[in-house]
């Protein structure tokens, strides 16, 4: 472990769906604090969050492998799939939004990105493009029918 900064991994080598997270810190007089957390206890943080069809929350390591993954519906999925993709449109930046195409499910969405500090973990939330851009079209649509109607 680097000084002064604390790792956060999964270990998936039991079971998938039941992943053991493994938290290490360091000590300032040297050594470190190891916690293993069951995945299942780490899903409850999360509960509260209420995503809609098709939208995600992860997180994942400076590398892009998911340490966290969570599907508005339920669909199977893979650690093994690396979210480079994100990780790259993040750059240096502490957060940015970009808009790509989901690995998992083909689904493109628009995600926000944002990188915790101590440990370059990125936490990623997903929305369906076409569901985040809907309201924008129906005030156009609106304004359109409007201007029709006036022109007329």
Do not use: C
Not at 29 to 41: D, K
Not at 105 to 128: F, H, K, M, Q, W
Not at 132 to 144: K, V
């Amino acid at each position: 472990i680097k000084q002064k900064t604390w790792t956060f991994t999964t270990d998936r080598t039991e079971s998938e769906e039941h992943p053991i997270f493994t938290i290490a810190s360091p000590l300032k007089n040297g050594g470190m604090v190891l916690a293993q957390i069951n995945g299942e206890s780490v899903k409850e943080l999360f509960n509260d969050i209420e995503l809609g069809e098709n939208s995600v929350l992860s997180i994942m390591n400076k590398d892009g492998r998911i340490l966290y993954r969570r599907k508005g519906d339920e669909t199977l999925f893979t650690s093994e799939i690396i979210g480079t993709s994100l990780i790259e449109s993040l750059g240096d930046d502490q957060t940015t939004i970009t808009e790509i195409e989901s690995p998992y499910d083909g689904i493109e969405r628009v995600y926000g990105l944002a990188r915790t500090i101590r440990s370059e973990n990125v936490v990623v939330i997903g929305i369906p493009s076409q569901r985040f851009y809907e309201p924008l079209w129906n005030q156009i649509y609106q304004q359109l029918r409007v201007s029709l109607v006036i022109l007329l």
